[in-house]
């Protein structure tokens, strides 16, 4: 019972989390060439710019590469007619398992950048708490919140 | 009860009163902007519009009592009401899970109680699906009566079975002594709110005052007496503490459970009396506290995780089903209460080699924070090192008391982060369940789990931190729903 969960979320999850790395990258640059416009017409000093320059190097190491690689591979899930199972982190690694019978609602949702790169949300709530499945293949995620909310039948008294 | 009831009149009067508390910062504003009052020269405009303002809170109160009704149809209770906008509201009684009444000051001398109704699906965070602000005492029972009859017929005719159930056969299960009520003001938080509340109120006050002459002013006061601020600080604290004794030993008094039916009835209060309905099978648990006074008094508090409708925030309004009792007496009691819950159970504990985990997670902050400390403030920064060992001590006490069992049927968490927890949960209630693992604790095979109950709105989470990776899969495994069909029988 105790192997890893089968699926895996959309590759394509891989090109968006690199965006978004690269949009926070692109924020940081943005600040610092604001920096550099101080240094310039001021006179701040010069280090503040080494230090941009090297937060800039850091979040494009981090956030546009080795972060989305190790979310992605983390990433796992699986649904079957009595449980969901995820799997996710890159320093903390958390396992959660959800019975089907708790499951109260399923909600997929989609912003632009999802919508471009055709992938989606899903969003399992039980009557306490949420679980996300992020970045799903559009098609996929509709597929899995049908069988879903056709799996759960919530046993009322409990909640 | 058929034909539309009002309020009774005082609650125009609550109706003002608690206008008057909402808007008290505006008034406040302008009794200020009018500062000379008391000199003679009274500006007309600020006093007109304060006593305008005045008069609009106390006529809204009254428009409001006379314009809300409520009465009892066709198996709900229907509620009308609004000043401008008629409001109207049935709630159907098969979705009441509680009536919970309380009454205050204005309720006493009449024999009243506000009674507010606990839906299932509030939608609000914070507040009642509806509230009778107040009614006479009998009307409440009689409202109470019929609810609990109509709810009562709705499920023997759902069960098929003709049998009259008895209604109210109200036993007490448990009564809570004064001395524990006393022993619990005293050892209680409650020092440290109202302590809190000086404080914030102190720190308001520095932003008002001219901050650069006193400083100076300080400085010399300062020279004079050490003495003095720190005699006026233990001053204000004792009276804080005391005000926060009287307070808990008010709120607490007569503090009483019933067993009513299918329901826990809940009732305490001296100067406000509040009682509390909580249908067994709204309960998704318990929870157990020590905290660090407490617990080598042998004392504990048992506190119901219950999916009531609304979240009722604020210590006062948690649903403690034993504020303060004897730790093993809690099991006989509680027996009485609810009998399917095991209290007394063998302890499983975390391995020996997370020891140093526990200790590293509650002193690692402490240990950074001296070295600048020491540096910086010398001497005094040393003293930062006693605190140090203080969370190291208490790092040690969170490993002693970390723990869980399993049972057929039962979860059993026990943790400290500064206070000792131990949940009591049942498998059908939890909600979901987690193991986490950094990728250091890959390499000693150690996990902690974490389980969400329901509560309230939100959730209620238990946790137990650095078990062995067979332990906690053993409770994952417990947990995974495993044959086809669920017996839903036992649900």
Redesign the interface.
Do not use: C
């Given at each position: 019972?105790?192997r890893e969960p089968a699926q895996r979320i959309s590759e394509r999850a891989l090109s968006l989390w690199r965006v978004y790395g690269a949009i926070q990258a692109g924020v940081t640059l943005l600040v610092s060439i604001a920096v550099g416009a101080a240094v310039f017409f001021w006179g701040w000093p010069e280090w503040l710019l080494a230090i941009a320059a090297g937060i800039i190097l850091l979040e494009l190491i981090l956030s546009v590469w080795l972060i989305p690689e190790l979310r992605w591979k983390r990433w796992r899930y699986e649904v079957t007619?009595?449980?969901i199972e995820l799997q996710h982190?890159i320093?903390?690694?958390?396992?959660?398992?959800?019975?089907?019978?708790?499951v109260q609602h399923v909600d997929t949702e989609q912003g632009p950048l999802l919508r471009k790169y055709r992938l989606s949300t899903i969003s399992i709530s039980?009557?306490?708490?949420v679980?996300k499945i992020p970045a799903l293949d559009e098609q996929e995620a509709e597929e899995l919140r049908r069988s879903i909310s056709s799996l759960a039948r919530v046993?009322e008294?409990?909640? | 009860m058929y034909e539309p009831k009002r309020l009774h009149p005082v609650s125009a009067v609550i109706n003002f009163v608690k206008g008057l508390k909402d808007s008290a910062l505006p008034i406040i504003a302008l009794i200020f902007l009018n500062g000379n009052i008391f000199s003679g020269e009274v500006e007309w405009m600020p006093l007109l519009i304060t006593v305008g303002f005045l008069l609009l809170v106390l006529g809204g109160g009254v428009i409001r009592w006379l314009r809300f009704t409520y009465r009892v149809e066709q198996g709900e209770l229907r509620i009308e009401h609004g000043l401008i906008l008629r409001k109207k509201r049935y709630i159907p009684f098969h979705r009441i899970q509680s009536l919970d009444f309380s009454e205050g000051i204005f309720h006493r001398p009449f024999n009243l109680v506000k009674v507010s109704i606990e839906t299932?699906g509030s939608s609000d965070l914070q507040k009642a699906e509806a509230e009778l602000t107040a009614i006479k005492r009998e009307d409440a029972d009689e409202l109470e009566t019929i609810i609990s009859r109509e709810k009562n017929k709705r499920t023997i005719e759902e069960d098929g079975i003709e049998e009259d159930r008895v209604i109210s056969s109200r036993e007490k299960v448990y009564e809570m002594k004064m001395k524990d009520i006393v022993v619990m003001a005293i050892t209680s938080g409650g020092a440290g709110v109202v302590l809190s509340g000086v404080g914030v109120f102190a720190s308001q006050l520095t932003e008002v005052l001219p901050l650069g002459t006193i400083y100076s002013e300080f400085l010399a006061w300062l020279r004079i007496g050490v003495l003095v601020v720190a005699f006026a600080a233990f001053v204000i604290l004792l009276i804080a503490y005391g005000i926060s004794i009287l307070l808990t030993i008010f709120r607490y008094a007569n503090f009483s459970v019933f067993l009513d039916a299918d329901d826990l009835v809940i009732t305490r209060g001296w100067l406000e009396k509040k009682q509390m309905t909580i249908p067994l099978?709204r309960i998704q648990g318990l929870r157990i506290d020590e905290n660090l006074i407490r617990q080598p008094l042998g004392y504990a508090s048992v506190t119901l995780v219950s999916?009531g409708g609304a979240v009722q925030q604020g210590a006062e309004h948690q649903l403690r089903l034993l504020p303060l009792i004897k730790k093993k007496e809690i099991e006989q009691v509680l027996h009485q209460m609810i009998s399917d819950y095991e209290l007394d159970v063998e302890w499983n504990r975390p391995p020996s080699r997370s020891k140093r985990r526990y200790i590293l997670r509650h002193s690692w902050f402490a240990w950074l924070a001296v070295i600048p400390l020491s540096i910086f403030l010398f001497p005094y920064g040393l003293l930062a090192i006693l605190a140090a060992l203080a969370f190291t001590g208490i790092g040690f006490l969170a490993y002693k008391d970390a723990g869980w069992n399993l049972s057929d049927q039962q979860l059993t968490l026990k943790s400290r982060f500064i206070n000792k927890q131990t949940f009591v949960m049942k498998r059908?209630?939890?909600?979901?369940?987690?193991?986490?693992?950094?990728?250091l604790q890959?390499r000693v095979d150690l996990e902690s789990i974490r389980v969400?109950?329901?509560?309230g709105v939100?959730?209620?989470v238990a946790r137990c931190l650095y078990l062995d990776k067979q332990d906690t899969?053993q409770m994952?495994?417990w947990?995974?729903?495993?044959d086809?069909v669920?017996k839903?029988s036992d649900?």
């Open positions: 019972m105790w007619e009595q449980d982190g320093f903390i690694i958390q396992r959660t398992l959800v019975p089907m019978v708790r039980t009557a306490a708490t679980h046993a008294d409990d909640v | 299932a099978n999916a059908k209630r939890i909600q979901s369940a987690a193991v986490t693992q950094t990728i890959k969400t109950l329901k509560s939100g959730g209620a899969r994952m495994d947990y995974r729903p495993n086809k669920e839903r649900l």
